[in-house]
């Protein structure tokens, strides 16, 4: 009686286990993805033509986000299919993306208020600037993550162990 009830516990479970891949499969919405482009380098202008520069310098403020954002991104998806949790995940592509993230905390240093403790947006917690940007990037992170992990996105292209466009 004991082995009949074991087996019919275990049937359950395999169908239960089955019932959940199937899930997965049919889960995935590739609609969701972010599609990075592959960025050429530039054509030598023709001679004597004036040319702009192919990178903009960074600027300060709240567009100082923008590399960090890009970072998180590329990251999070480069390792999405890991089978870590996917807070894991995210700590680690935010840990990938630490110089971003220090430049766009030493540019807001010079901004008026940024050593002033206020109450977050957010949370309604006391917070500061550069704490909302770690936040900012924990929160893309994982938003990342999870966006590419349910739409089964493809990675960015990466070269030497680094998705491109990032140093």
């Not at 609609?31 to 380098?41: A, S």
């Not at 089978?83 to 935010?94: H, I, K, L, P, S």
Request: net charge neutral; with cysteine; hydrophobic share 45%.
């Amino acid at each position: 009686m004991i082995r009949k009830s074991a087996a019919a516990i275990a049937a359950l479970m395999a169908l239960g286990l089955g019932a959940c891949s199937e899930r997965q499969e049919m889960a995935a919405n590739p609609k969701v993805c972010f599609e990075f482009k592959t960025t050429k380098p530039a054509t030598a202008p023709a001679t004597g033509a004036a040319t702009a520069p192919a990178i903009a310098p960074p600027i300060a403020g709240a567009e100082g986000a923008a590399p960090l954002e890009d970072c998180v991104r590329k990251w999070a998806y480069a390792l999405a299919p890991s089978r870590d949790e996917a807070g894991v995940v995210a700590e680690a592509a935010v840990a990938a993306c630490n110089v971003q993230l220090s430049r766009w905390n030493q540019q807001s240093l010079g901004q008026p208020g940024s050593d002033i403790e206020a109450n977050s947006l957010i949370t309604g917690q006391p917070t500061t600037p550069i704490a909302e940007h770690s936040a900012f990037a924990g929160s893309r992170a994982l938003l990342y993550v999870v966006q590419a992990r349910a739409g089964r996105c493809a990675a960015p292209p990466i070269t030497n162990g680094v998705p491109d466009g990032l140093s």
